[in-house]
């Protein structure tokens, strides 16, 4: 597998297509997104080379148009239901640190395709400034899988605190979903710069369209580290179903209420 990926906001990848590997055997755990050595990812995790999308996955065809369906109809619904939630936080955020509302970052989609993200900015407007000013920092910010504690990152606002504690900023990521980038239920949108975190992976990653829940995040969220959240995105993947999606959203509710794994 080559990678090549240039500076932003362009992106140029050169990935070999995927080729079918030995299916996962019959007789496997089922797949179980809270676990992070269950069912298929027991496999997958422990043999990393030359990942590829298993003869059997069901992640294509016709079931990726149900899934696409199911999509737009449940992004239509929550964006209805959640709005008051949205627009709560929008005048908070403006409130306390005026403009711009949204903050707006390219993301590598699926089959590689750049795609801006939208999320209620939760973050200084000098957020990127800050960080590379301060070496230490950054490498911390790196070594955490491209996170910081939320005590610790100066960048975070008091009412961003919230947000994301909540997951409130994730809403405005709907749109994103009604407008083709990204699905409910999938692998975290990534930087660019972060694709090289999922090394043989990375082909498991760009088969499918980011998500704004996903395993990762029923799984423990920001307490998960590389190389194990690229392991999960693999193992959702892999074993993808279309009973999958709706068990990750359910199970995204008490997350997100709870704040599990939030930092």
């Not at 080559?2 to 906001?9: I, R």
């Not at 030995?22 to 179980?32: H, I, K, L, M």
Request: aromatic share 8%; proline share 8%.
């Amino acid at each position: 597998m080559a990678v090549a990926l240039g500076g932003e906001p362009s992106i140029r990848q050169e990935i070999t297509p995927l080729q079918p590997m030995a299916s996962v055997p019959a007789d496997s755990e089922p797949y179980d997104p809270t676990s992070s050595r269950s069912g298929p990812l027991a496999l997958l995790a422990d043999d990393a080379d030359g990942w590829r999308l298993p003869l059997d996955s069901r992640y294509r065809g016709w079931r990726l148009g149900v899934k696409r369906s199911f999509d737009v109809v449940g992004a239509v619904v929550l964006l209805v239901v959640l709005s008051p939630l949205a627009v709560v936080g929008a005048v908070a955020v403006a409130a306390t640190g005026g403009r711009p509302i949204l903050f707006r970052q390219q993301r590598v989609g699926r089959h590689g395709r750049p795609f801006t993200i939208y999320k209620l900015r939760t973050m200084r407007a000098d957020a990127d400034d800050v960080l590379r000013a301060d070496r230490a920092l950054a490498e911390r910010h790196r070594l955490g899988g491209y996170k910081l504690e939320l005590w610790e990152d100066p960048r975070i606002t008091r009412v961003g605190r919230h947000l994301r504690r909540f997951s409130i900023d994730e809403l405005p990521q709907l749109i994103n979903v009604v407008r083709g980038d990204m699905s409910l239920v999938g692998p975290r949108p990534i930087v660019p710069s972060e694709l090289i975190e999922y090394g043989d992976y990375a082909p498991a990653y760009l088969a499918a369209w980011p998500g704004i829940t996903g395993a990762w995040q029923v799984a423990g969220r920001d307490e998960v580290k590389y190389p194990e959240r690229a392991a999960l995105d693999a193992a959702y993947v892999a074993a993808w179903s279309l009973a999958t999606d709706p068990i990750i959203l359910l199970r995204t509710v008490p997350a997100a209420l709870g704040a599990r794994g939030v930092r």
